[in-house]
T-cell receptor
């Protein structure tokens, strides 16, 4: 079955870049997603990448996809305290999403 | 543009009671999905509907049922509630089954 894995924690200093990594197993995924969840809040779609792309950039966010290694990363440039949250990687196929366990990003002043 | 709307935002029930959660998708979106997120866990897919027909089924208990109506809104019906049903329930919608899913803010269900 599908499996999505992420490291659980990441701490960075304000102004530095953050890189959150994710690996997945289902090569039939059409899209791969990054969602942000703040405490007690919903899932905010940050960005997504179509499976035939290698990279997507959206303002401070850069998504890199290595299909051969089934590895997805999210880079946040100039990380701010408001970026502190849990970041979920998800892969989408067959009309449902499978989420990773989430990476808790802590931004230190 | 309005996003996915879920109601209620919070719901408190007792064991063995029933609950109904509602989801109003983004305008023109024809596919809705339900997910359950337990405390400290990642969201788990429950069920989805495309054009008012069930399209996929995940880890939805037999005590739960759902449907999508002619106006594309969806309801998740939960019966014989158990303590373990306490969770955040998300609805998501998309235009077609293979397009990005947009999530609502969720309904927090607490079972006492």
């Amino acid at each position: 079955g599908e499996d999505v894995e992420q490291s659980l924690f990441l701490s960075v200093r304000e102004g530095d870049s953050s890189v959150i990594n994710c690996t997945y197993t289902d090569s039939s995924s059409t899209y791969l997603y990054w969602y942000k969840q703040e405490p007690g809040a919903g899932l905010q779609l940050l960005t997504y990448i179509f499976s035939n792309m290698d990279m997507k950039q959206d303002q401070r966010l850069t998504v890199l996809l290595n299909k051969k290694d089934k590895h997805l990363s999210l880079r946040i440039a100039d990380t701010q305290t408001g970026d502190s949250a849990i970041y979920f990687c998800a892969e989408g196929s067959a009309r449902q999403l499978t989420f990773g366990s989430g990476t808790q990003l802590t931004v230190l002043p | 543009a309005a996003g996915v709307i879920q109601s209620p935002r919070h719901l408190i029930k007792e064991k063995r009671e029933t609950a109904t959660l509602k989801c109003y998708p983004i305008s023109r979106h024809d596919t809705v999905y339900w997910y359950q997120q337990g405390p400290g866990q990642d969201p788990q897919f429950l069920i989805s509907f495309y054009e008012k027909m069930q399209s996929d089924k995940g880890s939805i208990p037999d005590r739960f049922s759902a449907q999508q109506f002619s106006d594309y809104h969806s309801e998740l019906n939960m019966s014989s509630l158990e303590l373990g049903d306490s969770a955040l329930y998300f609805c998501a919608s998309s235009l077609g089954g293979d397009q990005p899913q947009h999530f609502g803010d969720g309904t927090r269900l607490s079972i006492l």
